[in-house]
């Protein structure tokens, strides 16, 4: 929980963005959370009536604490999201909480954040298309299931296949990833598969869940990527959306360290891709 303003203090101190570059999200509402979760579940997690084995199954004990960080969180990427419409590219500094299904949270995962911004944008704005491309190390679960049966949503997780969670669900394309992977072979899945998904698809929007958990020092990770491999990761991705105009809002994803400052400064590195190719290619 502490890395996440921390991660906004790092982007400011770094001048990896300035202070007018910040927007503040709003508390997603109930009605667009409706969208993908099922009213018994909301209506119990906001209210505070999950039981221990639910709670337990997140990995949170409930609060009401957790209920409006996760409704900002959602907002957070919904924000994001808009953004990226209107300006071509946008970042969330938390988000991707990919294991969340529509009746229960899971893996750390309450509120499913990018299924219900993809969701709330075809429903809202009258574009079609969203490609979610989740490189979070674990695979996005909760994501594919719930939108197994949408043509107008695509999903694509590229994950350790021996990490959690145990039962993988199916994604629109799922690639599995042996333990130990390093940045060259890693990055050689992501550059056979990102360019022909979005020449096929032509997706409106991407959700870009950019992980840093595939770290080799990530604690739940079993990959062995290096900052300058996840940079490279994430600058890949941004520049294949936008060199073909097409908008990509990004989310956190996962990373799991006890040095909070450490990990912190690894989330940053998507946000300091993504003004590389701000200022590149002049947004
Ligand atoms: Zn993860």
């Known amino acids: 929980m502490r890395k996440f303003p921390k991660i906004l203090q790092i982007l400011l101190k770094d001048n990896v963005i300035s202070d007018n570059q910040v927007w503040a999200p709003t508390l997603v509402s109930e009605k667009l959370l409706g969208l993908v979760h099922t009213e018994d579940y909301l209506s119990k997690f906001i209210n505070g009536k999950t039981d221990e084995k639910e709670q337990k199954r997140t990995g949170f ?3 009401q604490g957790i209920v409006q960080r996760c409704r900002y969180e959602v907002g957070g990427t919904l924000l994001a999201a808009e953004l990226a419409l209107n300006r071509g590219l946008a970042c969330s500094t938390a988000g991707g909480t990919h294991h969340a299904f529509p009746s229960y949270g899971s893996g750390f995962c309450l509120l499913n954040d990018l299924a219900v911004a993809a969701r709330s944008l075809i429903a809202g704005s009258g574009k079609k298309k969203v490609l979610i491309v989740d490189l979070d190390v674990h695979q996005g679960d909760g ?7 949408e043509p107008n949503v695509f999903t694509f997780s590229a994950h350790s296949g021996k990490n959690f969670p145990l039962r993988k669900e199916n994604s629109d394309l799922d690639i599995s990833i042996e333990d130990g992977v390093e940045d ?13 998904l979005l020449d096929t698809f032509r997706p409106d929007l991407v959700l870009y869940d950019a992980g840093v958990d595939p770290h080799w020092d990530d604690e739940l990770g079993r990959l062995r990527l290096t900052d300058q491999g996840l940079y490279h990761r994430d600058l890949y991705v941004i520049k294949m959306a936008i060199g073909r105009g097409i908008p990509i809002a990004t989310v956190i994803g996962g990373g799991y360290s006890r040095d909070i400052d450490k990990l912190a400064l690894r989330h940053s590195i998507v946000h300091r891709a993504a003004t590389k190719v701000w200022n ?3 947004l």
Do not use: D
């Not at 994501?143 to 049966?149: D, H, L, Q, S, V």
């Not at 060259?184 to 022909?196: D, L, N, R």
């Open 61 to 63: 004990l409930w609060s």
């Open 143 to 149: 994501t594919a299931y719930i939108f197994k049966n």
């Open 184 to 196: 060259k072979e890693y990055h050689s899945i992501v550059q056979t598969h990102i360019p022909w």
């Open 280 to 282: 590149e290619y002049g």
